[in-house]
């Protein structure tokens, strides 16, 4: 059952009262196979299809949702995915959160290059 006050309202819709939300994990190959591949995230390895990356190698970050290899990281992009979820677990604990979304914390926010090209163009959207 979700108890965050943001979530709570989502319980209502639910018959089991349970909801469970996909969020993608970086996870660490340690041994890599065919199609799948022994991956760590904080200590905890688990075995991942690697089927939509493709090969991996031994020390390849991989964005993992539901045990399912989705894309490759670089060290810094998992770096900052790590630490955003746990400000997320933060802010699901009511703690502060500064500091761990510093990738967003220093700059403005910005638009799709689409929708920026729209903006300077004078044009109107929605």
Not at 23 to 28: E, F, L, N
Not at 34 to 48: F, N, P
Not at 52 to 80: C, H, I, P, S, Y
Request: negative net charge; aromatic residues 4%; charged residues 25%.
């Amino acid at each position: 059952m979700l108890t965050s006050p943001a979530a709570s309202a989502m319980n209502d819709f639910y018959p089991l009262g349970e909801v469970e939300m996909c969020i993608g994990v970086p996870m660490k190959v340690i041994r890599a196979n065919d199609l799948s591949a022994i991956c760590d995230r904080d200590g905890v390895q688990e075995d991942i299809d690697t089927s939509l990356v493709g090969q991996v190698q031994t020390g390849d970050w991989l964005l993992v949702f539901l045990k399912v290899a989705r894309r490759r990281l670089d060290d810094t992009e998992a770096a900052l995915v790590a630490e955003a979820l746990r400000g997320l677990e933060a802010a699901m604990a009511g703690e502060n959160v500064s500091g761990f979304f510093s990738d967003l914390e220093t700059r403005e926010p910005s638009l799709p290059p689409h929708l920026e090209r729209a903006r300077r163009s004078g044009a109107s959207v929605g």
